[in-house]
Nanobody, 125 residues
Framework: QVQLVESGGGLVQAGDSLTLSCAAS????????MGWFRQAPGKEREFVAA????????YYGDSVRGRFTISRDNAKNTVYLQMNSLKPEDTAVYYC??????????????????WGQGTQVTVSS
């Protein structure tokens, strides 16, 4: 069992940067693939970024590639999402997710077993 707690959300202006953190409790954090997803009002939850168990491979959604960076610190049981050049369309609740790393399906929401409660990111124009 893994418990996930996101932090770092807030209200920023377009062009600003923000870093989200997701702290995981439970065993074997280093065995899990970690992902970030987001959901805007009236929209489906969409894939943002993912990272494999070791941090050697990262994956990004098309709308954030080049602006967002995912990273992890297995010693701290924490995954991060560095968000640069934020746009109003990045406004959403951001969720951290975890699953045992089987080597594939990093972008697939339904493959993740554990979810945090979400943190709100609002980008004003």
């Amino acid at each position: 069992q893994v418990q996930l707690v996101e932090s770092g959300g807030g209200l920023v202006q377009a062009g600003d940067s923000l870093t989200l953190s997701c702290a995981a409790s439970g065993r074997a954090f280093s065995s899990y693939a970690m992902g970030w997803f987001r959901q805007a009002p009236g929209k489906e939850r969409e894939f943002v970024a993912a990272i494999n168990w070791s941090g050697s491979s990262t994956y990004y959604g098309d709308s954030v590639r080049g602006r967002f960076t995912i990273s992890r610190d297995n010693a701290k049981n924490t995954v991060y999402l560095q968000m640069n050049s934020l746009k109003p369309e990045d406004t959403a609740v951001y969720y951290c997710a975890a699953r045992y790393d089987g080597g594939s399906y990093y972008r697939t929401r339904t493959r993740y077993d554990y979810w945090g409660q979400g943190t709100q990111v609002t980008v004003s124009s």
